[in-house]
């Protein structure tokens, strides 16, 4: 599974981004696809969830502003991010997890995949 973000930029707080993770190679896997975001000097965190089997997650800090979605005709899913607040500013990075079930492992076992990054500059 190959992950390419774009949609990065510099806004002002209050404006709006979009930002997109092309998803190509083996997808028939994947479980969940999500956005994680690290600010500077911070931990990288999870940001939204959208499950292949339906339903989404957020974190508490962008509920309400941010909307992941996906294309699956596009192999992409979105973020749309609203309201942006300097607090926002971060690389975000697309992540997949992939569960392979077999005979021998009928639970799967997990594979994560990373895009490199997309910058989200948001200035008050």
């Known amino acids: 599974v190959q992950l390419v973000e774009s949609g990065g930029g510099l806004v002002q707080a209050g404006e709006s981004l979009r930002l997109s993770c092309v998803v190509s190679?083996?997808?028939?896997?994947?479980?969940?696809m999500d956005w994680y975001r690290q600010a500077p000097g911070k931990q990288r965190e999870l940001v939204a969830t959208?499950?292949?089997?339906?339903?989404?997650n957020y974190a508490d800090s962008v509920k309400g502003r941010f909307t992941i979605s996906r294309d699956n005709a596009e192999n992409t899913v979105y973020l749309q991010m609203n309201s942006l607040k300097p607090e926002d500013t971060a690389v975000y990075y697309c992540?997949?997890?992939?569960?392979?079930?077999?005979?021998?492992?009928?639970?799967?076992?997990?594979?994560?995949?990373w895009g490199k990054g997309t910058l989200v500059t948001v200035s008050s």
């Open positions: 190679g083996r997808t028939s896997n994947i479980e969940s």
């Open positions: 959208i499950y292949t089997a339906g339903g989404t």
């Open positions: 992540h997949s997890l992939v569960v392979v079930r077999t005979i021998e492992n009928p639970a799967g076992h997990n594979i994560d995949y």
